[in-house]
């Protein structure tokens, strides 16, 4: 698909909670957006994939605001697979009371876990998650020119543990544009 595969930008009842588990998604656009309150995105298999004439777009998973502008209350990223995305692994873009991200394998993505939120968070916890080669010739440039593997912001506490980062912007971006552009212009 070359939209976003699954999208759950609107909002729930008072009290609703949402779950989107055991999915396995092989898509062109961004994998999980989701702006809900008390969410619980696990066990899901989320892999980018070129298609004719279109590298892929987005992040695997955004938290992102949707109707209710102070995002959500608690929300919860376990035990997903994300490969392959120019954005992000795990985009946190919307304020979070506290936000737990923990048990997923990130593989091939431009930046790793980034939690850069429109507003402040209160509680993050990070921790037992896998990220490798992170950072990459066709990141987006939306992060800036830093490339990380995990990085958080305007949180009120962060706890981030147990790890493991391995390749984190080892490729050079501007050398391999650079390169890419003079081996087009010298044929």
Aim: charged share 20%; proline share 5%; glycine share 12%.
């Amino acid at each position: 698909c070359r939209e976003t595969a699954i999208s759950l930008l609107g909002s729930g009842l008072i009290g609703s909670g949402m779950r989107v588990e055991g999915n396995t998604l092989t898509v062109n656009g961004p994998g999980i957006q989701c702006s809900l309150n008390f969410v619980w995105i696990e066990r899901n298999r989320i892999t980018a994939t070129e298609q004719p004439n279109r590298p892929p777009t987005g992040s695997g998973i955004t938290l992102m605001n949707g109707f209710d502008q102070t995002g959500s209350d608690k929300s919860q990223v376990l035990a997903n697979q994300v490969s392959d995305y120019p954005g992000a692994g795990i985009l946190v873009n919307s304020p979070v009371r506290d936000l737990i991200c923990k048990l997923n394998i990130i593989d091939r993505c431009g930046q790793g876990i980034v939690v850069q939120p429109t507003g402040p968070v209160g509680q993050v916890s990070i921790e037992n998650n896998h990220l490798n080669d992170i950072g990459s010739a066709r990141t987006e440039p939306d992060f800036g020119a830093v490339i990380a593997g995990i990085s958080v912001r305007n949180a009120q506490a962060a706890h981030i543990a147990g790890n493991t980062l391995r390749r984190i912007g080892v490729e050079d971006r501007k050398s391999t544009r650079l390169n890419s552009s003079h081996r087009a212009l010298s044929r």
